[in-house]
């Protein structure tokens, strides 16, 4: 009987949970197609990490994006979705608004003005469209028959097409929930194991006892694992390794293996050193000409002895020098969810029509942003995969 009521009393083309950055794209572009969507969220903020992101500035989209910047167990799946709506086609929505932006390092867009403004854009975007709004709002209950009928406290509704756009597990504190990943396991859609990404990594409190009194000093770095390899910024923590370059291989990082970090980029330690065999330099002093001088100390007392150059034989300085160029360390694991950026992992996109998003075997029922299997680099690149991902969404429904 409830489902006839809410047939005849709240019933849409189209219900998207999550009116983060992926929802309401999707929201918009399935509005402006004439499609009646509702809009529904758990938070009474919305798109909270679209606010914080970007030190409040948000970093909304990478002018480099490419398939090649997204980590996938399916790398092909992103390729259509990102070719059908660029980092230009953005652009062009920003621009529409009168927002200005500004380009930073490797191709990454910001805000002139703060996040908000693309927050609001994207809400009068909606409202222009006729999107109606359902939060804040929880779920109680999802489910199928001849439609989606999603049960929540104060109403049930029924759609057509059910969008999850719940992003994942990153930062809880701002309201990330595992109703995404809980509702594909409800429907036999697979998943992909989850993990924290674009996050610190942690050691082992007796390996990083030395390094510890670094904390707060960065410095450029390659820090590579396996194939991939970052050159950014490192930056030291007490309990181990953050900054731009840790972050980035984080998502690549597997668990109880070593990362290889070259502390001199710009330099041929084995020549540099060689050259300085007569000097009766301080190995400290003479490190502290490339390092941050209190990192050179460290290096100097506890990967050898500190003694003038001219002391160490040939044999010992290269060993040096290749350790300043490929330093193994191996991190006890990150720093978790709370500060992480991403979750990688999540919905297996070999379930999905890479076209449309929606379920190859559950009709009507689609996935978009961070609750799939599609994490992206640091950079813009994530919130790119929102909006592509929800415009392809957003023309099917």
């Not at 890479?354 to 799939?372: A, H, N, Q, R, W």
């Amino acid at each position: 009987m409830y489902k006839r009521n809410a047939a005849l009393n709240n019933s849409h083309d189209v219900l998207i949970i999550g009116a983060g950055a992926a929802g309401m794209m999707c929201a918009l572009t399935a509005a402006q197609r004439g499609r009646s969507v509702l809009l529904h969220d758990h938070s009474t903020k919305l798109a909270e990490k679209i606010r914080i992101s970007g030190g409040g500035r948000c970093n909304f989209t990478n002018l480099n994006a490419k398939p090649e910047n997204y980590i996938s167990q399916n790398p092909h799946f992103c390729r259509s979705a990102l070719a059908r709506f660029t980092p230009q086609h953005f652009i062009a929505l920003l621009d529409k608004h009168g927002i200005g932006y500004h380009e930073k390092t490797l191709g990454q867009l910001f805000c002139d003005d703060t996040a908000e403004a693309i927050i609001a854009m994207l809400k009068a975007e909606c409202d222009s469209a006729g999107v109606r709004w359902c939060k804040p709002c929880s779920v109680e209950k999802i489910e199928c028959s001849d439609a989606y009928y999603v049960i929540t406290p104060r109403e049930i509704i029924r759609a057509t097409s059910l969008v999850i756009a719940t992003g994942g597990l990153s930062i809880p504190k701002i309201g990330a929930t595992p109703l995404g990943y809980q509702t594909a396991e409800q429907f036999g859609v697979p998943m992909t194991k989850l993990k924290p990404g674009l996050v610190p990594l942690n050691f082992h409190h007796e390996e990083w006892a030395a390094y510890a009194e670094l904390a707060g000093i960065s410095l450029d770095a390659v820090v590579s694992f396996g194939k991939h390899s970052f050159r950014e910024n490192l930056l030291f923590t007490h309990r181990g390794m953050s900054g731009p370059a840790i972050l980035q291989i984080s998502s690549y990082w597997e668990h109880d293996k070593p990362l290889s970090i070259n502390l001199l980029p710009d330099h041929d330690p084995r020549e540099m050193l060689l050259q300085q065999r007569s000097s009766k330099m301080l190995l400290s002093n003479f490190l502290a000409q490339h390092l941050p001088k209190r990192f050179a100390e460290i290096i100097a007392t506890q990967w050898t002895e500190n003694k003038p150059l001219n002391q160490y034989t040939e044999k010992e300085l290269c060993k040096l020098a290749d350790k300043l160029k490929n330093w193994q360390i191996t991190p006890s694991g990150t720093v978790g969810y709370c500060k992480a950026e991403v979750t990688c992992g999540g919905v297996d996109t070999h379930a999905l029509s890479s076209k449309t998003m929606e379920c190859k075997d559950v009709p009507g029922l689609y996935f978009i942003g961070e609750v799939l299997d599609v994490t992206g680099q640091l950079g813009g690149y994530n919130f790119q995969w929102a909006w592509a991902s929800g415009f392809a969404a957003g023309k099917a429904v």
